[in-house]
Nanobody
Framework: VQLVESGGGLVQPGGSLRLSCAAS????????MAWYRQAPGNQRELVAT???????NYADSVKGRFTISRDNAKKTVYLQMNSLKPEDTAVYYC???????WGQGTQVTVSS
């Protein structure tokens, strides 16, 4: 399975971005998906997960600001990020845990 992220960029504090991750295989619809992030010098951390039926979980640091969603017909998972903070700066990775598939990552930089 190939995962391709898009949507990263530079945004000011308080701004918003939406990340997308497109999967290459139809098995996307039967598996949970996750977003991780890794800031320089830090370990990769789990940001959010979504099951095949749409149940979601979030890291405490992003609760109330980020929303994970999926479109099974488009084989795509999204991460809507609002009220961004400088500490959200990281490379964001899409993950399909069941098959240990990772995307290439997309850089998100929050800075004035």
């Amino acid at each position: 399975v190939q995962l391709v992220e898009s949507g990263g960029g530079l945004v000011q504090p308080g701004g918003s971005l939406r990340l997308s991750c497109a999967a290459s295989e139809s098995i996307f619809r039967i598996y949970s998906m996750a977003w991780y992030r890794q800031a320089p010098g830090n370990q990769r951390e789990l940001v959010a997960t979504i099951t095949n039926s749409g149940n979601t979980n979030y890291a405490d640091s992003v609760k109330g600001r980020f929303t994970i969603s999926r479109d099974n017909a488009k084989k795509t998972v999204y991460l809507q990020m609002n009220s961004l903070k400088p500490e959200d700066t990281a490379v964001y990775y899409c993950n399909m845990p069941r098959v240990a598939a990772w995307g290439q990552g997309t850089q998100v930089t929050v800075s004035s």
